[in-house]
T-cell receptor, first 113, second 111 residues
Framework: EADIYQTPRYLVIGTGKKITLECSQT?????MYWYQQDPGMELHLIHYSYGVNSTEKGDLSSESTVSRIRTEHFPLTLESARPSHTSQYLC????????????FGPGTRLTVT | QKEVEQNSGPLSVPEGAIASLNCTYSDRGSQSFFWYRQYSGKSPELIMS????GDKEDGRFTAQLNKASQYVSLLIRDSQPSDSATYLCAVNWAGNTPLVFGKGTRLSVIA
């Protein structure tokens, strides 16, 4: 089982603020992912990375950006938060072995007022 | 477009019954298949993985895969109210690609 951490767990912030959601994993996984999920709705992949200095956009267009400078760290940044960004953000990681199963962090619930 | 289809539910079963959750996928070349459980307000938790045709059992859970029919299912025996959650089916198309998730089936186990 992967150990994957997200901070903060809850964030309430005003419109126009810059925010960074942190995600770290201690399993040495090379692949990391960010998903967005509204309550009761499906998961949407917004960003992923296959290694250091590698980032790709997912299926859902997002105004957020990501970086991967260290293997264990995959932060997501919103330069100017808007109420439409209110959602749950889930980070996940997967390794080279097995079937590429993904392990999820606890999530960050973001509310933009 | 790779697709994973699930009935959204809710699927309601009485306590102690067998819950059967189904998933179909569009690409015959899919390699690995997963079931996740997601409680309301929580993140998805991996509960089963299956890679070859047939059944795989783990406690009260059995995953079934039929690649010819492009069908994977999850059986939960002796269902408990604590099994009430949304179950997500996920498929890996080819090694180095993100999993594709279905929209999930909401299961309600009635005491």
């Amino acid at each position: 089982e992967a150990d994957i951490y997200q901070t903060p767990r809850y964030l309430v912030i005003g419109t126009g603020k810059k925010i960074t959601l942190e995600c770290s994993q201690t399993m040495g996984h090379d692949k990391m992912y960010w998903y967005q999920q509204d309550p009761g709705m499906e998961l949407h992949l917004i960003h992923y990375s296959y290694g250091v200095n590698s980032t790709e956009k997912g299926d859902l267009s997002s105004e957020s950006t990501v970086s991967r400078i260290r293997t264990e760290h995959f932060p997501l940044t919103l330069e100017s938060a808007r109420p439409s960004h209110t959602s749950q953000y889930l980070c996940a990681s997967s390794g080279r072995t097995g079937g590429h199963e993904q392990y999820f962090g606890p999530g960050t619930r973001l509310t933009v007022t | 477009q790779k697709e994973v289809e699930q009935n959204s539910g809710p699927l309601s079963v009485p306590e102690g019954a067998i819950a059967s959750l189904n998933c179909t996928y569009s690409d015959r070349g899919s390699q690995s298949f997963f079931w996740y459980r997601q409680y309301s307000g929580k993140s998805p938790e991996l509960i089963m993985s299956i890679y070859s045709n047939g059944d795989k059992e783990d406690g009260r859970f059995t995953a079934q895969l039929n690649k010819a029919s492009q069908y994977v299912s999850l059986l939960i025996r002796d269902s408990q109210p604590s099994d009430s959650a949304t179950y997500l089916c996920a498929v890996n198309w080819a090694g180095n690609t993100p999993l594709v998730f279905g929209k999930g089936t909401r299961l309600s186990v009635i005491a």
